[in-house]
């Protein structure tokens, strides 16, 4: 029998997936996850409040947060700035260095550049700041930059009497154009040698003025994680940092694993504090923390806790990871024509993330994983060992042990397998 | 003869005039963009679940002489077959045939076969639009025509795109069948 | 890696789901068929997501250049290729400088296997923001497959109880009825050069 079509809306796959993507993007900034309250707070693996704290009872001090990648350092500095921006006498500058300027080449002074960046954007917008601080703003702006883009404009209707200098190569008349490149982001400062003590007797001054005014800072620099090697990450901080100790501003940085490996510098001789950010624990009968991370960004909608534990064991407690699966299990769903997430595509995510750390590995690096799994055992000692635990192919235990990642670990598995 | 019957006749070649027109007149986009517009235009009746399925039957057959075949489900209607499924039970199963000069397409056929349910009334809906053809009769068999459920009644149905068609299917016809 | 192959259709499914303004990454692994791939991709961004694609070809850029480029660019989604140019140091910068490219677009690196190997053990950090989402192409599975074609001609014969041969004789003679189901059989066979 012919019945009048419903006028209700109707059910969209394409949009609730697309709301479980938001909630799942291993690429979405911290401090936007942390503003949509996706963030868990697990007080037995934060180390938030200990930073805070740190900064907050010592002032001056420098204290550096080391972590794999993925392991959430990002986030908990930035739970660290908050915590600390609660309080009315600090102002903690949240600073990603990688953003501001080419850390990957010589770039002394980087990080004193930023930071005297981030103080006149402070001072600038909260308090009115003297001429002779605008002064000392422009010098360190020229400090950063070094130079400002020019351009020749042509003006061939020019007036005669202006200040035209025919002596100039150019062709014509017309004038030189200091232009500001606009876009999206603002063009990052050039990396070169910079008098680190030019640079931290200007920052000095504003630092000075906020401290005239009862005003604690603390620069929580980000990125310099990103200099995977340990050296490549002492030859842009060290200098710097020792400058900034000089002027009392506590500092939280994150620092690469391989910190904690390297020979000769003692990173306890530069940092009053150093906290180690591990693999969250990944079973969750053990703990109920990755199943929580998943909870809070709403996995409950799409998959079940069967599934949901699936993931957490083969994240291998690598939080992006953990981020990373169950947004592909979403994604298969989604080209299944699926409305939930079912074991198949669970399954598949775990296969194609550990497809995607078998890309790229060599024999040698293969053999040392087969090894493993065979319970030959692990020692970060050589360079391929090294690049397996910073490529996150082998992740540290919590007991100085070390495993394959669980999802290169099964495709491993069917690659001896298929080869037998 | 009344004259309202010679009427139906020149308003049916009229009609045929206008349908003409319109065929000439309209370009598609390219056969591969056109069959991408409409893989789209399935994938999200499924994500609307309006179907439970489509996209994976969609195929298509591009000529070097630039015609294509753009078909999804059976050729020929016959159960048990791998068509578009409805929720209500309907399926619906199709064809275009497109004429490109490498730049545009032009329509030169379709087929629209939607199967109902028993207790639907109908048997089947279909809507075609024939080739072009110098000698046939516009008032019993329209160029572009509907099948109420039997072969032997062509309705005169507006020609359109085959989007469009399929949009009237999805939006109007089978939701009307609806249990 | 044949879990994850995907048609660019399926491909751009994925890039809509995006969240509109934050920063997303794919690898596009395999032998480079730059052009065909291109229009693909363009033709399937602006039917799906009414969206455009930017195509930077990065052989001879710097990361810096590279980063310049992408912060003027307003596109949808963003194609990179020339990767096979740069050395393992220019992918070490690339990750280091990871956060200069976030310009709110999808990034869509395309590269062959080797290059993808150099470029995932040199920049870690992109390898953790890809996480599972490097794909090599598949070809649209959507193409009409000989045995689709002989099924579908097998029906009309079997409906019609005509010969392949009748129907081209009845083409040729205008004798054929402008059904749709003889101009598809036409088509089917190839002749539908016989049809007006």
């Known amino acids: ?151 020749w404009v042509e003006q061939p209707d020019y007036d005669p009497s202006d200040d035209y200098d025919p002596s100039d190569y150019r062709d014509g008349p017309g004038y030189y154009h200091t232009i500001k490149v606009s876009g999206k982001l603002k063009p990052p400062f050039p990396a070169f040698r910079r008098d680190v003590k030019e640079l931290a ?3 000095s001054s504003m630092t000075t003025f906020l401290k005239e005014r009862g005003i604690e800072l ?103 990871d953990l981020i990373s699966l169950a947004r592909s299990a979403g994604e298969n769903a989604y080209l299944d024509d699926a409305d939930d997430i079912e074991v198949r595509h669970v399954d598949r995510a775990i296969e194609q993330l550990g497809n995607s750390y078998l890309l790229g590995l ?30 996150r192919r082998v992740l540290e235990q919590s007991e100085s042990g070390y495993e394959v990642h669980p999802a290169l670990a099964a495709v491993l598995a069917q690659v001896t397998n298929g080869s037998e | 003869m009344p004259a309202e019957f010679l009427d139906s006749s020149r308003a049916a070649k009229g009609l045929e005039t206008r349908t003409e027109a319109y065929l000439t007149q309209t370009l598609l986009p390219p056969p591969r963009e056109y069959f991408a517009k409409i893989r789209i235009y399935l994938q999200r009746m499924t994500d609307t679940k309006r179907t439970t399925n489509g996209v994976h039957l969609l195929s298509q057959l591009n000529l070097e002489n630039g015609d294509s075949q753009i078909n999804a489900g059976p050729t020929i209607f016959k159960e048990p077959c791998e068509s578009i499924r409805f929720r209500s039970g309907a399926q619906l199963s199709f064809g275009i045939t497109l004429r490109s000069d490498g730049r545009n397409a032009r329509l030169l056929s379709y087929r629209f076969y939607l199967s109902l349910l028993p207790a639907s009334g109908l048997r089947f809906v279909r809507i075609d639009l024939n080739a072009p053809k110098d000698d046939y009769d516009p008032l019993h068999v329209p160029r572009c025509h509907l099948h109420p459920g039997f072969e032997g009644i062509h309705i005169p149905f507006p020609v359109m795109e085959p989007i469009a068609v399929l949009d009237r299917i999805v939006h109007v016809v089978e939701p009307h069948f609806v249990p | 890696m044949t879990s994850n192959s ?33 229009q693909e991709l363009q033709e399937e961004l602006s039917i799906q997501i009414e969206g455009s694609l930017a195509v930077i070809d990065v052989k001879g850029e710097t990361v810096l250049s590279l980063v310049e480029q992408l912060r003027t660019k307003s596109e949808a989604v963003i194609l990179m290729y020339g990767f096979d140019s740069w050395n393992d140091g220019v992918f070490a910068s690339l990750d280091i400088n990871r956060s200069m ?96």
Request: proline fraction near 6%.
């Open chain 3, 6 to 38: 995907a048609p660019i259709f399926e491909i751009v499914r994925l890039i809509d789901l995006q969240p509109t303004g934050e920063t997303g990454f794919c690898m596009l692994v395999g032998p480079l068929a730059k052009l065909h791939l291109i």
């Open chain 1, 1 to 151: 029998m012919p019945t009048q079509p419903s006028t209700a809306a109707p059910p969209d796959r394409r949009q609730r997936f697309r709301t479980f993507m938001r909630r799942f993007n291993p690429a979405a900034p911290a401090k936007a996850t942390i503003g949509e309250g996706l963030i868990c707070q697990y007080a037995e693996r934060s180390v938030f409040k200990k930073l805070a704290a740190g900064a907050d009872l010592t002032l001056g001090s420098q204290q550096l947060l080391v972590g794999g990648i993925g392991s959430g350092k990002t986030t908990e500095l930035m739970l660290a700035q908050q915590e600390l921006a609660g309080n009315t006498q600090m102002v903690p500058l949240y600073i990603d260095v990688s953003a501001e300027t080419d850390l990957s080449t010589v770039n002394s002074g980087a990080l004193l550049a930023s930071l005297g960046m981030h103080i006149w954007r402070a001072v600038a917008s909260n308090l009115n700041p003297p001429v002779s601080l605008s002064a000392t703003y422009k010098a360190l702006t020229k400090a950063a930059y070094g130079y400002q883009e020019q351009v």
């Open chain 1, 218 to 320: 603390v620069a929580v620099f980000d990125g310099l994680d990103r200099l995977i090697k340990a050296d490549q990450f002492w030859s842009v901080a060290e200098q710097d940092l020792r400058a900034i100790r000089l002027l009392e501003v506590s500092v939280l940085a994150t620092g690469p694993l391989s910190i904690m490996y390297g020979q000769g510098r003692q990173i306890k001789d530069y940092f009053d504090e150093v906290h180690y950010l591990p693999p969250a624990v990944a079973d969750p009968r053990v703990s109920p923390f990755l199943l929580e991370v998943l909870r809070v960004r709403g996995a409950e909608d799409l998959i079940r806790p069967e599934q949901m534990q699936k993931l957490c064991l083969a994240s291998g407690g690598v939080l992006r």
């Open chain 3, 101 to 196: 490219l976030e310009n709110g677009s999808f990034l869509v690196f395309s590269l062959d296997l080797r290059t993808a190997g150099r470029f995932l053990d040199n920049a870690p950090n992109i390898r953790s923001f890809l996480g599972a989402n490097i794909f090599t192409v598949a070809p649209d599975p959507s193409a009409m497959s000989a045995n689709e074609i002989a099924d579908r001609l097998a029906q009309l014969r079997n409906y019609y109880k005509l010969s392949d041969a009748e129907i081209i004789h009845q083409a040729a003679n205008r004798s054929l009825a402008p059904d749709p189901h003889f101009i598809e059989w036409l088509v089917l066979l190839e002749r539908s050069d016989l049809a007006r």
């Open chain 1, 201 to 203: 007797d200007l920052v």
């Open chain 1, 362 to 391: 060599g024999t040698q690096q293969k053999l040392i994983l087969q090894n493993m799994l065979e319970g030959k055992g692990f020692k970060p000692s050589d360079a391929e060992s090294m690049e397996l635990l910073i490529t």
